[in-house]
Nanobody, 128 residues
Framework: QVQLVESGGGSVQAGGSLRLSCTASGRTFSGTTMGWFRQAPGKARDFVAAINWSGSSTRYADPTKGRFTISRDNSKNTVVYLQMNSLRPEDTAVYYC????????????????????WGQGTQVTVSS
């Protein structure tokens, strides 16, 4: 059974940091693009960051560039991290981990259509 399980969410004041983790299991994900998306209340689910299978290439949404860092560890089960620094109230959302067939070429890596597996989400709340 394929599972993506996120952890690390919580509440933090503006300017603070959080690190999200996503553990993928149930099949081999070491060769798969992984991504993070987020959804604020009443809004669409938006792309946050993506990383290729080896970790050598990454992509970020403009609002997160320079503040968020995506990384991965394929040594056992694939684990994907999202280090979030200088958090802002507008970063408040449910954050979802995703895995799929997207490559980091073109634009599919920023679309939900590029991902086949999703986690259940973890809440991040940033207060001002």
């Amino acid at each position: 059974q394929v599972q993506l399980v996120e952890s690390g969410g919580g509440s933090v004041q503006a300017g603070g940091s959080l690190r999200l983790s996503c553990t993928a299991s149930g099949r081999t994900f070491s060769g798969t693009t992984m991504g993070w998306f987020r959804q604020a209340p009443g809004k669409a689910r938006d792309f946050v960051a993506a990383i290729n299978w080896s970790g050598s290439s990454t992509r970020y949404a403009d609002p997160t560039k320079g503040r968020f860092t995506i990384s991965r560890d394929n040594s056992k089960n694939t684990v994907v991290y999202l280090q979030m620094n200088s958090l802002r109230p507008e970063d408040t959302a449910v954050y979802y981990c995703a895995a799929g067939h997207a490559t980091l070429f073109g634009s599919i890596w920023a679309s939900q259509n590029g991902y086949d597996y999703w986690g259940q989400g973890t809440q991040v709340t940033v207060s001002s």
